[in-house]
C-alpha cells in the first residue's frame, strides 16, 4: 500500500523569505502523480501543484516550486518569496494513474509580517 | 466553470440519526470522490464514482455508510445511526475522466454528533 509522510507538523517562515515543506512517499508503482494541496483555515482545500513522475523537470508555478526525486521517494515543496495569504495547512498528496488521492498529515505554515 | 459545491456546510444530529449530505460536481467531470478529515488529519479516502458506477469503496467505508450518484450527476452520501465517532468534515472532489487528472475539492459538510 502506498504511504504518505509529512515530518514537519509545523513550519514558520518570515515574509518574504523562502520555506521549504518536505514529503516523502513509498509505492513500488513507476507511474504515478504528485500534488501539494494548500488548505486556509475554515476553507476549501485548493490545488498548489502537481508532478508527474513520469517528468523528469521539476514543477513550478509562480513562487511554488518542487524537487521531485523520485529514486529518494522526496517531493518537496519550495514557497518563496512568502505572503501572509500563504498561511494554510499544506497537504502532500500521492495518486496512482487512476485512483484515488493518498494523503499526508500536513503541515501547518506560519508567515510572520 | 462553478466549482464542486457541498450542503449541508454544517450539520448538527444526534447519535443514532441517520443523515445525508449531498455534492454537486463540477460539470463534465465525471468522476467524483468522497474523503473524509478529522481534526488535524489529512484527508482520507471512502469511495469513488465514474459517471453512475460506484467503482471503489474504501475499508472505512462501514455498513452503515451508503454512496449512490444518480444518473451520474450529483452524489450523495448517508450515514445511518451516526455515532460520535463519524464527527468530522465530510469532502467532496471531481475530476475529468482520464489518467492523473486533478482533483478539485468542495467545501466540505462539517458532521457534528452529539
Known amino acids: 500500500a502506498q504511504t504518505v509522510t509529512q515530518s514537519q507538523p509545523e513550519m514558520s517562515v518570515q515574509e518574504a523569505e523562502t520555506v521549504t515543506l518536505s514529503c516523502t512517499y513509498d509505492?513500488?508503482?513507476?507511474?504515478?502523480?504528485l500534488f501539494w494541496y494548500k488548505q486556509p483555515p475554515s476553507r476549501q482545500m485548493i490545488l498548489v501543484i502537481r508532478?508527474?513522475?513520469?517528468?523528469?523537470q521539476n514543477a513550478t508555478e509562480n513562487r511554488f516550486s518542487v524537487n521531485f526525486q523520485k529514486a529518494a521517494k522526496s517531493f518537496s515543496l519550495k514557497i518563496s518569496d512568502s505572503q501572509l495569504g500563504d498561511a494554510a495547512m499544506y497537504f502532500c498528496?500521492?495518486?496512482?494513474?487512476?485512483?484515488?488521492?493518498?494523503f499526508g498529515k500536513g503541515t501547518k505554515l506560519s508567515v510572520k509580517p | 466553470d462553478t466549482g464542486v459545491s457541498q450542503n449541508p456546510r454544517h450539520k448538527i444530529t444526534k447519535r443514532g440519526q441517520n443523515v445525508t449530505f449531498r455534492c454537486d460536481p463540477i460539470?463534465?467531470?465525471?468522476?467524483l470522490y468522497w474523503y473524509r478529515q478529522t481534526l488535524g488529519q489529512g484527508p482520507e479516502f471512502l469511495t469513488y464514482?465514474?459517471?453512475?458506477?460506484?467503482?471503489?469503496k474504501s475499508r472505512l467505508l462501514s455498513d452503515r455508510f451508503s454512496a449512490e450518484r444518480p444518473k451520474g450527476s450529483f452524489s450523495t452520501l448517508e450515514i445511518q445511526r451516526t455515532e460520535q465517532g463519524d464527527s468530522a468534515m465530510y469532502l467532496c472532489?471531481?475530476?475529468?475522466?482520464?489518467?492523473?487528472?486533478?482533483?478539485?475539492f468542495g467545501p466540505g459538510t462539517r458532521l457534528l454528533v452529539l
Open positions: 509505492t513500488s508503482e513507476s507511474d504515478y502523480y
Open positions: 460539470s463534465e467531470h465525471n468522476r
Open positions: 498528496a500521492y495518486q496512482r494513474v487512476v485512483g484515488n488521492l493518498i
Open positions: 472532489a471531481s475530476s475529468q475522466p482520464g489518467t492523473g487528472k486533478t482533483q478539485y
Open positions: 464514482f465514474q459517471n453512475e458506477a460506484q467503482l471503489e
Open positions: 508532478q508527474e513522475a513520469y517528468k523528469q
